[in-house]
């Protein structure tokens, strides 16, 4: 019988961290996902004690402050977990000799470029969100110099609360629903996140000379909110779901404390020529998880 692999996943209780417990991952990896009660990851002392306790051969840290509009008023609260996290974790990763893998977005970038986004494009988040998340990365890649800052944008799954289970929601309480037709992105499905994740930390973990840095994952393909929920009905309708027609309205027709990037495309090309990942197309992933939540529903 082959030798445990014990990895270390913080988040599990959000979109990505479900979907690498449910990933496929070898028979001999075993998954730690410390609940935040186990494990304090602002708090150096109990992330320590969770390494003292096992020997991880990999970390992937998915846990983070996404309340994008709180966090405008909650400062210090979105930079403890999205920077001091990570900060902590890349210290411990570095000592103990192990690749940490850090899930972070397309929020450090304006949104003022005409083209999806180079991870060596200039970063300039507008707001706090996006500031503790970029603190993230440069803590990250300074602290561990075997890590990879892995940028997604639009995250949508089953699970939690996203942009694609709203649109759903809201089309049995309404016929028609106003949604931003002038911010650009690539809708991402949080399972497809996490089969890179996968892939991305065993090779870490099978060669000390796998690729580092930072790249950028998303479905294929570009839209826009109104463009992305148009296809969350259609989906639907087809499954006998709920549907709604969609009104395009400009971002200044909603809006926010914080503000949205009007570009939040991302190029993956680094990643497709360093791990050899294609993306699929984001309308296979949107219908995916519709079908899975028509299938939750059929089944109570």
């Known amino acids: 019988m082959a030798e445990p692999i014990h990895i270390l996943v913080t988040g599990g209780a959000g979109q990505v961290g479900l979907e690498l417990a449910r990933a496929a991952w070898p028979p001999e990896v075993v998954l730690h996902?410390?609940?935040q009660q186990e494990m304090v990851l602002q708090d150096e002392r109990s992330v320590t004690a969770v390494f003292e306790a096992t020997p991880f051969r990999a970390v992937i840290n998915a846990a983070a402050y996404t309340a994008v509009d709180r966090a405008e008023n909650e400062v210090s609260d979105a930079f403890a977990a999205n920077a001091q996290g990570p900060a902590i974790l890349a210290d411990l990763t570095r000592k103990a000799g192990v690749p940490l893998i850090q899930v972070s977005t397309d929020y450090v970038f304006d949104g003022g470029a005409d083209r999806p986004y180079a991870e060596d494009d200039p970063v300039a988040p507008l707001g706090v969100y996006g500031a503790s998340k970029l603190a993230g990365e440069l803590a990250v890649r300074l602290g561990n110099p075997r890590s990879v800052v892995l940028r997604t944008a639009w995250v949508l799954s089953a699970h939690r609360s996203n942009f694609l289970k709203t649109m759903l929601r809201l089309a049995g309480e309404r016929s028609?629903?106003?949604?931003?037709?002038d911010q650009w992105g690539c809708p991402t499905g949080a399972r497809d996140i996490a089969m890179v994740l996968v892939h991305i930390a065993l090779r870490l973990i099978e060669d000390a000379d796998a690729p580092t840095g930072v790249y950028h994952f998303v479905n294929a393909g570009e839209t826009t909110w109104a463009g992305l929920a148009s296809e969350i009905f259609r989906a639907s309708r087809e499954m006998d779901g709920v549907y709604a027609q969609v009104e395009e309205i400009p971002t200044a027709g909603f809006p926010t404390p914080a503000k949205?990037?009007?570009n939040s495309r991302l190029s993956c090309g680094k990643l497709a020529?360093?791990?050899?990942?294609?993306?699929?197309?984001?309308?296979?992933?949107?219908?995916e998880i519709v079908s899975e939540l028509a299938g939750q529903k059929g089944g109570r």
């Open 33 to 35: 996902m410390p609940t």
């Open 176 to 181: 028609s629903i106003n949604v931003v037709g």
């Open 260 to 262: 949205r990037p009007g």
């Open 273 to 287: 020529r360093d791990y050899r990942v294609t993306p699929r197309a984001w309308e296979a992933a949107v219908g």
